[in-house]
């Protein structure tokens, strides 16, 4: 099954309104990550968070590892914030480690 | 400084042919990877190497595809032969080390005729 959901799947907003993406992971998981990608474009790291609130700008990612979540919160969203928003854990792999990825959150923000 | 290179930006390919697509990761980093993103599917490892040993084969993916890293700052991931259910982007990645932030490239659109 699944490692990684995130919800909602699809959001529309108007400009100005609030976003927040949520993503579960069903196995324990070392840190984890947010990423941003255009449509036909390549995925852009947003947020490295293990654990822990980071913020950066108009975006915010809260982790808690022992609960298995993450969440990406987007504030007085613009036209340009469009796009699909994927989160990632990080899982023991070997002696490495390795991404497993949700199936993304297309976000859509109109005028 | 550099990020992570992908060659080409785009490739169309026959039925039967093979295909090498290249990466250059970040300059210093000693995790590599090659995943394949479709819409059905989504994100998927496709290999993975720690300062250039490969520590992940691809499972499902192991009979047609072989990745390559020939040194620190080159991968290939060849496909031999192409079908055209291959069609998808390839993206490659790289990290200074397990469990950081993974970077990458522009991704190679395969189409496969």
């Known amino acids: 099954g699944q490692q990684v959901q995130q919800s909602p799947t699809s959001l529309v907003l108007q400009e100005g309104e609030n976003a927040e993406l949520q993503c579960n992971f069903s196995?324990?998981?070392?840190?984890m990550q947010w990423f941003y990608q255009r449509p036909g474009g390549s995925l852009i790291s947003v947020f490295y968070n293990p654990s822990g609130t980071k913020q950066s700008g108009r975006l915010t990612s809260t982790t808690v590892i022992k609960e298995r979540r993450s969440s990406l919160h987007i504030s007085s969203s613009q036209i340009t914030d469009s796009g699909t928003y994927l989160c990632?854990?990080?899982?023991?792999?070997?002696?490495?480690?390795?991404?497993?990825f949700g199936k993304g959150a297309k976000l859509t923000v109109s005028p | 400084d550099a990020g992570v290179t992908q060659t080409p930006r785009h490739e169309v390919a026959e039925k039967g042919q093979t295909i090498i697509l290249k990466c250059e990761p970040v300059s210093g980093h000693n995790d590599l990877f090659w995943y394949r993103q479709t819409k059905i599917q989504g994100l998927e490892l496709l290999s993975y190497?720690?300062?250039?040993?490969?520590?992940?084969d691809g499972g499902a993916f192991k009979d047609r595809f072989k990745a390559e890293m020939l040194n620190s700052s080159f991968s290939t991931l060849k496909i031999q032969p192409t079908e055209p259910k291959d069609s998808a982007v390839y993206l490659c990645a790289s990290s200074y080390r397990n469990y950081a932030e993974q970077f990458f490239g522009p991704g190679t659109r395969l189409t496969v005729l």
């Open positions: 196995t324990s998981l070392n840190s």
């Open positions: 990632a854990m990080e899982q023991q792999q070997g002696t490495g480690s390795k991404l497993s």
């Open positions: 190497f720690r300062s250039k040993s490969l520590m992940e």
